[in-house]
């Protein structure tokens, strides 16, 4: 998989991207960060108007074409309700066109994921206004992904306050509290998001798109927060987020998503990363723990 996202797109598969755009193209880039796709920056000159434009191409290695369908049709509609998301240009749900890899080719929403905000308030602030724009949209999506089973769940090998991941798979082993589906993004966090002069410009990575609760989203970005600032910066986003929502966040459904953690984050948060901002792995656990405990206390 690290070594698919790293090498460039196949002549197959630019060849296609030229035949879908009518023009050449003259520039492939690697964009950071991607972990379950190759990503890649393409500059196509056009052929009729020689003008130059940036495009974005979205290879999987391995994915079933119904997922990728489903991301393509996302990313229309999320463009007909006027959030800001890339817009379809193509897609080749089996890759047969693409040189044997599901693609989808879209166009680039100007920016890059802002790691090191320099005004934290105002940048979760905006991250929360954005949330709860895409949970209002009239999106019909299929219904969500569970991603962990609450009945498996195990202390990670990290924990020091093993007491309280006993907890959280007591909670989520209870029933869960009735939520109204709404459209999710469902992988909503700061490594999805676009800035340009400390204004969120964008919401990338739309493949897991689902109608779902929506404090799945909301509990999963204050996991990202955790996991890479700390507690305080996820309560300050919960805050936010209830204020331009005008609703609580649950507690089952945020210890739901906060769930997903494991010693795993501890290798693929740094190479998500890749260097952009700085990685304190010894603590990450002890992070979220303090964001359970802080959940706990809502119950």
Same mark, same amino acid.
């Given at each position: 998989?690290?070594?698919? /996202?790293?090498?460039? *797109?196949?002549? !197959? %598969?630019?060849?296609?991207?030229?035949? $879908? =755009?009518?023009?050449?193209?003259?520039? &492939?880039?690697?964009?950071?960060?991607?972990?379950?796709?190759?990503?890649?920056?393409?500059?196509?000159?056009?052929?009729?108007?020689?003008?130059?434009?940036?495009?974005?191409?979205?290879?999987?290695?391995?994915?079933?074409?119904?997922?990728?369908?489903?991301?393509?049709?996302?990313?229309?509609?999320?463009?007909?309700?006027?959030?800001?998301?890339?817009?379809?240009?193509?897609?080749?749900?089996?890759?047969?066109?693409?040189?044997?890899?599901?693609?989808?080719?879209?166009?680039?929403?100007?920016?890059?994921?802002?790691?090191?905000?320099?005004?934290?308030?105002?940048?979760?602030?905006?991250?929360?206004?954005?949330?709860?724009?895409?949970?209002?949209?009239?999106?019909?999506?299929?219904?969500?992904?569970?991603?962990?089973?609450?009945? /498996?769940?195990?202390? *990670?090998?990290? !924990? %020091?306050?093993?007491?309280?991941?006993? $907890? =959280?798979?007591?909670?989520?082993?209870? &029933?869960?509290?009735?939520?109204?589906?709404?459209?999710?993004?469902?992988?909503?966090?700061?490594?999805?998001?676009?800035?340009?002069?400390?204004?969120?410009?964008?919401?990338?990575?739309?493949?897991?798109?689902?109608?779902?609760?929506?404090?799945?989203?909301?509990?999963?970005?204050?996991?990202?927060?955790?996991?890479?600032?700390?507690?305080?910066?996820?309560?300050?986003?919960?805050?936010?987020?209830?204020?331009?929502?005008?609703?609580?966040?649950?507690?089952?459904?945020?210890?739901?998503?906060?769930?997903?953690?494991?010693?795993?984050?501890?290798?693929?948060?740094?190479?998500?990363?890749?260097?952009?901002?700085?990685?304190?792995?010894?603590?990450?656990?002890?992070?979220?723990?303090?964001?359970?405990?802080?959940?706990?206390?809502?119950?």
């Amino acid at each position: 998989m690290v070594e698919f /996202r790293r090498r460039g *797109p196949s002549a !197959a %598969t630019l060849a296609w991207v030229e035949e $879908e =755009l009518g023009g050449r193209v003259v520039n &492939a880039r690697r964009l950071t960060g991607g972990i379950v796709a190759a990503v890649h920056r393409l500059t196509v000159e056009r052929a009729l108007s020689g003008r130059r434009e940036f495009v974005v191409l979205r290879q999987y290695e391995q994915h079933g074409d119904g997922d990728v369908a489903r991301e393509a049709r996302i990313l229309a509609e999320t463009g007909e309700a006027g959030l800001p998301a890339p817009r379809l240009l193509a897609v080749s749900a089996t890759g047969a066109e693409a040189g044997g890899h599901p693609s989808v080719l879209m166009t680039r929403v100007a920016g890059r994921a802002d790691l090191a905000p320099a005004d934290p308030g105002h940048w979760l602030g905006q991250i929360a206004d954005v949330a709860a724009r895409i949970h209002e949209a009239p999106i019909e999506a299929p219904a969500y992904e569970r991603w962990i089973d609450p009945s /498996r769940l195990a202390v *990670p090998a990290s !924990a %020091t306050r093993p007491a309280l991941w006993r $907890e =959280l798979a007591r909670v989520l082993n209870e &029933a869960a509290p009735p939520a109204e589906p709404r459209f999710i993004h469902r992988d909503f966090q700061h490594f999805n998001l676009l800035w340009s002069r400390g204004r969120l410009t964008g919401v990338v990575d739309w493949g897991s798109a689902a109608s779902g609760p929506p404090d799945i989203d909301a509990g999963h970005c204050r996991l990202n927060l955790a996991v890479l600032f700390g507690a305080d910066w996820a309560e300050r986003f919960r805050t936010a987020y209830e204020r331009r929502a005008g609703r609580r966040v649950d507690p089952w459904w945020d210890l739901y998503a906060i769930a997903s953690y494991d010693d795993s984050w501890q290798q693929f948060i740094p190479v998500q990363v890749d260097g952009r901002a700085r990685v304190d792995v010894g603590g990450m656990t002890g992070r979220v723990e303090e964001l359970v405990q802080a959940v706990l206390r809502r119950l």
